[in-house]
């Protein structure tokens, strides 16, 4: 098994936006902020050859997909293409693409934009797994998330016969369970990785980086404020006592940890790097 995080590239957003009713004060001394209150955010994708299944978890934004969203100042992109060619392999050899959400900062690298604007699926071989009602909201989101999805994405996933849509929480192949969580939004995809060093856990943005393992510390963006406090805690009970890696997407800083728990405090035990 050979286990490869990739960073596609990097943006920022108000810490406010990232950290929710958790005060500057506290925040601010575990993760970086400017003078105009923005912080940086990671993309940070997860390939790993299981053999018979080469599977990426996320996909970043995308090189092409990022026109008119100068708001999040998206610097140092990657096409993971090129990436994975560093790495020994191409696009062909992706089998799985596993998207925990639709929004365009995980999904958009998903597809390619050919010569004539139209977009195909950047990894022709894969099958594109994501949470139902995520195809759902793509198409007909509420007001909140109207601005999150990438339609034309997902429809050029669809219209190739590449998307593959997860009703319930299972096993996807050998090697790699997800699990439905709600909260940021819905019908996210949390994948456990059994490696022989022990489960890896893509979080998504369930949580999103080591600053939101404080039981309060939630986007002020997610969905619904109650229910992502409770799901990111069911993941990280389960986290602590199972010894479970946590890997992190938007963590510019940190990429994965591993927790302790002390009668009902959960923190991080120790910074972990693959």
Not at 39 to 57: I, N, Q, S, W, Y
Not at 109 to 132: M, R, T
Request: one cysteine or more.
């Amino acid at each position: 098994m050979n286990i490869y995080p990739i960073e596609t590239g990097f943006f920022s957003t108000d810490g406010g936006a990232m950290f929710g009713i958790v005060s500057r004060k506290v925040w601010s001394g575990k993760y970086p902020v400017d003078d105009e209150n923005r912080c940086p955010l990671a993309m940070r994708v997860l390939f790993v050859d299981l053999g018979d299944h080469k599977v990426l978890f996320d996909t970043g934004t995308g090189v092409s997909q990022v026109h008119g969203m100068a708001y999040y100042r998206f610097h140092g992109l990657k096409d993971i293409g090129k990436e994975l060619v560093k790495l020994g392999y191409n696009r062909d050899d992706v089998t799985d693409v596993v998207l925990s959400h639709l929004h365009f900062d995980h999904c958009g690298g998903a597809v390619s934009q050919c010569a004539d604007g139209s977009l195909v699926p950047a990894f022709p071989n894969a099958v594109y797994w994501a949470g139902k009602r995520q195809r759902e909201l793509t198409f007909k989101p509420s007001i909140w998330e109207s601005d999150s999805y990438a339609p034309a994405v997902v429809a050029a996933l669809e219209e190739a016969g590449r998307l593959k849509l997860v009703k319930n929480d299972g096993l996807l192949f050998p090697g790699v369970r997800v699990a439905l969580f709600q909260g940021h939004t819905e019908d996210q995809l949390v994948s456990f990785i059994e490696t022989p060093e022990g489960t890896i856990v893509f979080c998504g943005d369930v949580i999103p980086m080591a600053t939101h393992v404080m039981p309060l510390c939630i986007a002020a963006v997610d969905n619904a404020a109650e229910i992502a406090v409770n799901e990111k805690m069911r993941l990280l009970r389960e986290a602590a006592a199972s010894d479970y890696s946590l890997f992190y997407y938007h963590d510019a800083v940190t990429q994965a940890v591993r927790l302790k728990q002390v009668r009902d405090s959960i923190s991080v035990r120790e910074t972990v790097a693959f």
